[in-house]
């Protein structure tokens, strides 16, 4: 009951705090969708207006008439703040230049995103195919992977991995290349939380140097040659470990098919890059242009003084 009042007072004060706004807009010209005095927001405005709201405010102007008059009334304002724009900057000449920077600044990017979008860029499939014959190691390399068992023999971060532990890691390495069963040794030993559940198990694969993992880890990994053997003893930020190799995914390739989609966004985006690079060169300063450097070396001789 309490809810549902206080929803119904919310759209009575919109309602009131919005009334001339609503009787305005019902009185638009034609081709408008607001007036408000002498600032308009014509219909393909507001089309545009409505493409740049979030989800969330298309999805309230739409079911809440007292939620669009508050959208309405942001958009008048904000071009009744904008056509003041030109009135304080030629008032204020300390901002003069800095409002009209900020144009150029915004109309040069302006530009050259319109050419962007609108550079019409060819057909790389032949030579996509061409790339992943010759360049298959940039596009479509499956690294070589493996998976491990470990024993670690924790050692808080902040200290130091004394010769007694050293001592006793080496001599449960010598006892499982000598045949000695992993996963006893594992619950003798490993200090890793849940390592005698896992039967010290590393159940992700790896490539040599995959973020995430302690460097070390991966490259004692990488020196084992067969599986079942371990690597030495490997110091890592957590401890020691005894690494022991479980299973190798040899490198392979990817099909063109899997990274087609890559090369092509690739070879468009290098091509894009030219266009602009190009575009860009023809507003250059040219041969013609003319310089006062007497000018421009009296603006910029205090700057010299203070080096």
Known sequence: ????????????????????????????????????????????????????????????????????????????????????????????????????????????????QWYRDNIQKPDFSDLAKEQYTVKRDKYAAIPERRISSHILFAVPIENPIDDALRQEAQAVLDELRAGADFVSMVKLHSGEPGAAAKEGKFDRWLAFGDKGISPPYTQGLFTIENVGDYADLVTTQFGLHIIRLDGIQEKGYKTFEEVESTIVEKLESEYVQLAMKDYLTQFHISDDAVIDNEAIDRILEPYASQE
Do not use: C, H
């Open 1 to 112: 009951m309490i809810e549902s009042m206080y929803q119904t007072m919310k759209i009575f004060r919109k309602i009131f705090f919005f009334l001339p706004l609503l009787l305005a807009v019902s009185a638009v010209a034609q081709d408008s969708v607001v007036e408000d005095g002498s600032v308009i927001i014509s219909d393909k405005e507001f089309e545009y207006l409505v493409t740049r709201w979030t989800p969330q405010m298309r999805d309230v102007a739409v079911q809440d008439q007292g939620d669009r008059l508050e959208l309405i009334n942001m958009a008048l304002a904000n071009k009744k703040i904008a056509a003041i724009a030109d009135d304080v900057a030629k008032d204020n000449a300390d901002v003069t230049w800095q409002y009209l920077a900020g144009l150029e600044v915004y109309k040069r990017n302006f530009v050259l």
